[in-house]
């Protein structure tokens, strides 16, 4: 009996792996750890590993490079997330550290990953994402990101807004590894301080398949056509 007693408490001691992806909308922190500057990202993030042990609540600007959970008062706070949506009550932001691109400091790339198994009838996997060159891999295999299509997001303040889409198929039934690294480190840019923050939120697995290549086209140009009048808003006609 003392055996088994030993086993069961072992086994509650021992941390999960696969099973079903947890916490994909970062909805489910430890409601004991919020409203502090900073926590173990267990209490912060159930499910997902991170950069750094620890992970920000709402301090989106002052360590870069570290994940944190915001609410709506960080979206207030920072100028960079004001027309971004939040689903739900959490969303997980991270601020590229500068440093990075100065030789010869030469640091990871912030991330987050959780190992669990893609749902049989998964098809892709949807989310919403602000920032640039995100990496997505799963099982260690990097795989493409493509732009999907607008979607409600049940935000009264920025109601509709941008999803992205990866093909899971290959994977479906499967317990893999899946990883968000966030590599462009010159997102962030000293003169626009706070900083432009790299957005991850409503992950979610779906039946739908990745879009089709004519679809994927449509949609890729208008993405562009968006990028590129939100980079240009200075410009102020031709040049003569």
């Known amino acids: 009996m003392q055996v088994a007693w030993k086993a069961l408490?072992?086994?509650a001691a021992l941390p999960a792996f696969g099973g079903e992806f947890i916490n994909?909308?970062?909805?489910?922190p430890d409601p004991r750890a919020i409203g502090y500057p900073y926590a173990n990202e267990k209490s912060l993030l159930p499910g997902w590993d991170t950069y750094f042990d620890v992970v920000?609540?709402?301090?989106?600007?002052?360590?870069?490079?570290?994940?944190?959970?915001?609410?709506?008062?960080?979206?207030?706070r920072n100028y960079d997330l004001k027309d971004l949506p939040l689903v739900g009550q959490f969303g997980l932001g991270v601020v590229p550290d500068a440093a990075r691109t100065y030789p010869p400091i030469q640091l990871p790339a912030p991330y987050v990953q959780q190992r669990g198994t893609v749902p049989a009838d998964a098809k892709g996997l949807f989310f919403l994402w602000q920032g640039e060159d995100l990496r997505v891999s799963l099982g260690g295999q990097?795989?493409?990101?493509?732009?999907?299509?607008?979607?409600?997001?049940?935000?009264?303040?920025?109601p509709v807004h941008?999803?992205?889409?990866?093909n899971v198929e290959p994977w479906a039934g499967q317990e893999v590894m899946l990883r968000f690294e966030f590599r462009a480190f010159e997102y962030h840019a000293f003169p626009d301080w706070p900083g432009h923050v790299h957005v991850l939120d409503d992950l979610h697995f779906s039946a739908i398949p990745e879009p089709a290549p004519r679809w994927l086209l449509l949609a890729g140009l208008w993405w562009l056509a968006w990028r590129c009048r939100?980079?240009?808003p200075w410009s102020t006609g031709p040049d003569r």
């Open 9 to 11: 408490t072992l086994a």
């Open 24 to 28: 994909l909308g970062f909805e489910d």
């Open 56 to 76: 920000g609540y709402n301090n989106l600007t002052q360590v870069f490079g570290l994940t944190v959970l915001f609410d709506d008062i960080g979206r207030s």
């Open 142 to 158: 990097q795989v493409p990101v493509y732009p999907w299509e607008q979607r409600l997001t049940a935000d009264p303040r920025v």
């Open 162 to 166: 941008n999803y992205y889409t990866v």
């Open 230 to 232: 939100r980079t240009q």
